[in-house]
């Protein structure tokens, strides 16, 4: 068993699930380097990227080396036979390999203890193993507003603006995190929760009633969705400005993986 100097030395290692992207007629797979970087500086963690190797990936032997994950956004969708629903549009993006892959990986990690936080299809992804349902064009309905960036914006204005606010819902994980009623967030997504998992708790809600962050209360470990960025600007020396709250979210989520690597460390 280590001591608690050696504790404190050791970094936990936070999966971060990489996409399948075809780039010049290859077959690549890919994670953005801000998702890298917020598990490694944001989590205080040690990045170990997570192929999307569908059932060819041991899912046990995996999580028995990690102390989190972080899934990442993307500009795919998850295909809605996942979630019975309609063919999705044609020029939907679609990543096979992904569904195959992190859908049974999300339910694995919250059965084995190892903490999650979903970012943008992450939460959705979410959302979807737990049996949910998503709105496949959010802008399209009635009483919902355009969640989606303009995609002529610059990417620093994409991720960098704060769209709308968001309702903390009390006494939920969020409200541990960041001990207020209500923020700013920025918004980069066109689909999103129809229907919540059963289990899932509400944490946040975007001004025209769609859910923003869910928690899973059942779960043995930290497990948070976030429908926004925060792995975007969280940085205090960030030059163009920094989100505390952003970085709130991060720094909860390094800590619940610091303690799962000690609970792993100890039964060894």
């Given amino acids: 068993m280590p001591s608690a100097s050696e504790f404190a030395s050791l970094l936990p290692v936070i999966g971060v699930n990489a996409c399948s992207q075809t780039l010049n007629h290859h077959p690549f797979f890919v994670v953005g380097e801000k998702y890298v970087r917020a598990a490694s500086q944001g989590a205080e963690g040690l990045p170990w990227v997570i192929p999307p190797l569908g059932d060819q990936l041991p899912l046990q032997p995996l999580l028995q080396h990690l102390d989190g994950i972080l899934l990442t956004g993307s500009p795919s969708n998850i295909q809605p036979h996942h979630y019975d629903g309609e063919p999705a549009d044609p020029n939907s993006p679609q990543d ?21 936080l979903g970012i943008c299809r ?58 207020e009623t209500e923020t700013r967030v920025n918004s980069l997504h066109g689909q999103g929760v129809n229907r919540l998992a059963d ?49 709130a979210i991060l720094k909860a989520f390094g800590a619940a993986c610091r303690q799962r690597m000690q609970q792993r460390l100890n039964s060894r």
């Fill in 96 to 116: 096979i390999k992904r569904d195959a892959t992190n859908l049974p990986l999300i339910r694995a990690a919250i059965a084995a203890g190892v903490p999650l």
């Fill in 199 to 247: 289990g899932a708790r509400i944490e946040a809600l975007a001004p025209d009633g769609l859910i923003e962050a869910f928690s899973l209360p059942a779960a043995p470990a930290f497990t948070l969705a976030v429908q926004w960025h925060p792995e975007w600007q969280w940085h205090p020396d960030d030059k163009v400005g920094d989100f505390p709250f952003y970085r």
């Fill in 122 to 179: 992450g939460f959705q992804e979410m959302n979807v193993a737990l049996g949910g349902s998503l709105h496949q064009k959010v802008h399209e309905l009635p009483g919902y507003l355009n969640h989606r960036e303009n995609p002529d914006d610059p990417i620093l204005e994409q991720y960098g603006k704060l769209s709308h606010n968001i309702s903390i819902q009390p006494g939920g994980l969020l409200q541990q995190i960041w001990p």
